[in-house]
Antibody, heavy 115, light 108 residues
Framework: EVQLVQSGAEVKKPGESLKISCKVS????????IGWVRQMSGKGLEWMGI????????RYSPSFQGHVTISADRSINTVYLQWSTLKASDTALYFC????????WGQGTLVTVTS | EIVMTQSPATLSVSPGERATLSCRAS??????LAWFQQKPGQAPRLLIY???TRATGIPARFSGSGSGTEFTLTISSLQSDDSAVYYC??????????FGQGTKVEIK
């Protein structure tokens, strides 16, 4: 069974760093894309970026390029989304999902950035 | 960057009636298009990929069509459980890819 399990909710202050995770199981981790999606409260889905785990090829939406980093650790079947400097506007629910057409999704990680 | 535009923003349909949702791409994406359903408090669920292929376990009342720049998701006989927001997403060529802004389907 394919599963994507995300790390728990986070509360951070502006300017802090953060790394959230998405642990996958049930399939060959290295042969698929894993992407990240943002959903701000009451808003639509925003495509952030994606990594092809097999070779580490990572692509970002222009809207998120330079503000987040996506990475993968093949040894523990985990993909990460990280920020070096959080802003209040990063407050949102973040999903990871598999494949180019997102056939499997994680449960979401709520990130709250507040002073 | 390809932009996806969905219409209408909100659709109100009676149970048993047909719902037709549209998605337009700013340039041709051939059939590299997926549709998702999202209910409040839940992760999105894949309904359709490759513009017209139903995902595993998706009821036959959901169908997708189109190619190039114009796409349609049809719910042939709306049920109360279909109340949700529906999103299209292209995955044409190499990333980055993008979602449409969503269509909210309400039951009359």
């Amino acid at each position: 069974e394919v599963q994507l399990v995300q790390s728990g909710a986070e509360v951070k202050k502006p300017g802090e760093s953060l790394k959230i995770s998405c642990k996958v199981s049930g399939y060959d981790f290295t042969t698929h894309w894993i992407g990240w999606v943002r959903q701000m409260s009451g808003k639509g889905l925003e495509w952030m970026g994606i990594v092809y785990v097999g070779d580490g090829d990572t692509r970002y939406s222009p809207s998120f390029q330079g503000h987040v980093t996506i990475s993968a650790d093949r040894s523990i079947n985990t993909v990460y989304l990280q920020w070096s400097t959080l802003k209040a506007s990063d407050t949102a629910l973040y999903f990871c999902a598999r494949n180019s057409y997102f056939d499997y999704w994680g449960q979401g990680t709520l990130v709250t950035v507040t002073s | 960057e390809i932009v996806m535009t969905q219409s209408p923003a909100t659709l109100s349909v009676s149970p048993g009636e047909r719902a037709t949702l549209s998605c337009r791409a700013s340039q041709s994406i051939t059939t590299y298009l997926a549709w998702f359903q999202q209910k409040p408090g839940q992760a999105p669920r894949l309904l359709i990929y490759s513009a017209s292929t139903r995902a595993t376990g998706i009821p036959a009342r959901f169908s997708g069509s189109g190619s190039g720049t114009e796409f349609t998701l049809t719910i042939s006989s709306l049920q109360s459980d279909d109340s949700a927001v529906y999103y299209c997403q292209h995955y044409s060529n190499w990333p980055p890819w993008a979602f449409g802004q969503g269509t909210k389907v309400e039951i009359k």
